[in-house]
């Protein structure tokens, strides 16, 4: 119960930073660096890492409402800022935020993917989500680094199979 009323906290931020976009007040001065670690609540026995709903909006700001996978997937209208709707991805789960130096919740490590390619890396099987995991790395493979993120494809593809 306590983690649900987390994760509603945390959509209801986004969807207040949605808003907050579509007027405009959302400014995307994306530096990739590296921050430290966030700072972490225990949850059922795990740990539940803070996340900044400012940056999952400026990541999809950044991408101009577009699917990073492929900007073709259009399927409705968000109620929040009359854009494409997407959402925010963290490339390299939170969930393995201990075994990293720095933040995993950076700009670098969170991609805008609509709705589909969204459910399907999180449900999908592995060999459906392979393709994408390899395109959305080779594109941050950089800004990872630069955010102190250093992750081989390989390893990426293994938090991915469970």
Not at 35 to 55: L, S, T
Request: with cysteine; aromatic share 12%; charged share 30%.
């Amino acid at each position: 119960q306590e983690f649900k009323s987390e994760l509603i906290k945390e959509k209801i931020e986004f969807e207040g930073y949605l808003e907050q976009a579509k007027t405009g007040l959302v400014k995307s001065d994306i530096i990739d660096k590296a921050h430290e670690k966030p700072k972490h609540k225990k949850i059922n026995m795990q740990k539940v890492w803070e996340r900044n709903p400012k940056y999952a909006v400026e990541a999809v700001v950044a991408a101009n409402y577009l699917c990073e996978v492929d900007n073709e997937h259009k399927y409705f209208v968000s109620k929040f800022n009359h854009q494409n709707y997407v959402e925010a991805h963290h490339l390299i789960p939170m969930k393995y935020q201990d075994q990293f130096n720095y933040s995993l919740d950076v700009h670098a490590n969170i991609v805008s993917i609509c709705l589909v390619c969204h459910k399907k890396l999180h449900y999908g099987l592995f060999e459906d989500k392979r393709d994408i995991l390899r395109m959305l790395f080779n594109s941050r493979v950089e800004r990872l680094e630069n955010s102190g993120i250093c992750i081989s494809l390989e390893e990426l593809y293994n938090y991915y199979m469970n």
